[in-house]
């Protein structure tokens, strides 16, 4: 089952990364920020995770350079935004759809 968020460690040892490491990337990479829960407590989303294995890859099996793997993942994430506004119709489009089904059933319903 996915969580919500998740603790450094947990990404960590998903990973395969050092505390030290994370917290590094997280001063060198601007789209990086989980929040922090009492000032303190780092927590991950499913977004940051991504985000994470994105830079790991590039350094680790690409070999960028930090400089490099934050230009690749600025331009990467500026083309998500259209990505999740193409998504974003569909998901309308589907709830248009289901509501025009529920009006119907509801009709149903009254018949009776």
């Not at 990973?15 to 994370?22: A, I, N, R, S, T």
């Not at 790991?56 to 960028?64: A, C, I, N, V």
Request: with cysteine; aromatic share 8%.
């Amino acid at each position: 089952m996915k969580k919500f968020y998740y603790t450094i460690g947990e990404v960590c040892n998903l990973l395969d990364l050092k505390p030290h490491v994370l917290r590094y990337w997280e001063k060198e990479f601007p789209q990086l920020k989980p929040r922090k829960i009492l000032g303190r407590n780092r927590k991950y989303s499913l977004d940051d995770v991504e985000i994470v294995k994105k830079i790991r890859h590039m350094l680790y099996e690409q070999k960028f350079t930090i400089d490099g793997a934050r230009s690749r993942l600025k331009a990467t994430l500026r083309e998500k935004p259209q990505m999740e506004l193409e998504f974003r119709i569909d998901k309308n489009e589907m709830l248009a759809g289901i509501k025009r089904e529920l009006k119907e059933i509801i009709n149903l319903l009254k018949k009776k």
